[in-house]
């Protein structure tokens, strides 16, 4: 079995993650909040190095001596925005209907803005030949994406949350017990069958994140499984503040 912590350590302000990939590549990457003076630094190659380095799971990949092929690049800017086609005072535009990024544009940690851009595109290409008045359209098409995509949306709104408190150290997203519950969803489907179903039907937006983790059997599966390892939800740590602060001090 696959652990999801082969890939992945986190302190409370970092977390470090590798990508093994096909031909012999090794992505690995370091994640922050936006409000971390070091972040700066991270971009010089040598610091980027030391630091993936002190994290068990990157610094176990890192261990074979791979020899890096590009820069260190920086990943930001994806914020998570909704924009309905329509609110209270009526459609935004008249004759326009949003789809993919226009309607939902969305952090792709969670990889569903693809999947979220045709959906919304087939519900338009099913309808639009009833429509007669374009106001009324709009209307039942920010009806529909309401219902349909956007628990998906709100599930990615949910997770960068989380991950910004838990790194911002700004609430105490750790203890919170909804927080901790959605935070084990994962590594407890890797070991449990019925758990792995809602996870899966979740991703492959078969079911909603409400309607699959809801379910009295998965929620019980996940307090059981926290139960019996209340740490196991969270992975292996990495260097400390200090020793993090001290190296990116050092950075060119
Ligand atoms: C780094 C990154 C990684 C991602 N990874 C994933 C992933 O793994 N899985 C996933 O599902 N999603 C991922 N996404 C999200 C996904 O790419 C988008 O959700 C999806 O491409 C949205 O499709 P779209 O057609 O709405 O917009 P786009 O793909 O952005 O297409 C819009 C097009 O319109 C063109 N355009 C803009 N303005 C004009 C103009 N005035 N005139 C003419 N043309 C114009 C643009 O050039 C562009 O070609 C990722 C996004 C990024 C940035």
Redesign the pocket.
């Known amino acids: 079995m696959i652990s999801t912590y082969a890939v992945r350590s986190a302190t409370p302000y970092a977390l470090s993650i590798a990508f093994p990939s096909d031909n012999d590549l090794l992505g690995v990457a370091l994640v922050c909040t936006v409000k971390d003076p070091t972040l700066p630094a991270l971009r010089d190659p040598a610091t980027f190095g030391v630091l993936v380095r002190l994290f068990p799971s990157t610094g176990a990949w890192l261990s074979t001596g791979p020899r890096p092929v590009g820069e260190v690049h920086v ?1 930001a800017g ?1 914020d998570n925005r909704w924009s309905p086609t329509a609110d209270e005072s009526g459609p935004a535009a008249t004759g326009v209907i949003r ?4 309607l939902a ?2 952090n ?1 940690t969670m ?7 045709p959906w919304a595109a087939r519900h338009i290409a099913d309808t639009a030949h009833h429509a007669d008045r374009p106001d009324e359209f709009a209307r039942s098409c920010d009806r529909w994406t309401r219902d349909s995509p956007k628990p998906w949306f709100d599930l990615q709104v949910t997770g960068d949350r989380d991950n910004e408190a838990r790194l911002s150290g700004t609430s105490g997203a750790v203890e919170d017990e909804r927080a901790r519950q959605r935070a084990a969803r994962f590594p407890c489907a890797l070991e449990d069958p019925v758990v792995m179903r809602a996870w899966a039907q979740v991703r492959h937006m078969m079911r909603t994140p409400r309607e699959a983790f809801a379910a009295a059997k998965v929620k019980g599966r996940i307090e059981k499984w926290l139960a019996r390892q209340p740490e196991a939800a969270r992975p292996p740590s990495g260097p400390s503040r200090d020793t993090w602060e001290t190296i990116t001090a050092g950075a060119r």
């Open positions: 990943m994806f789809v993919g990024d226009a544009h969305t792709p990889t569903q803005g693809i999947s979220l851009a």
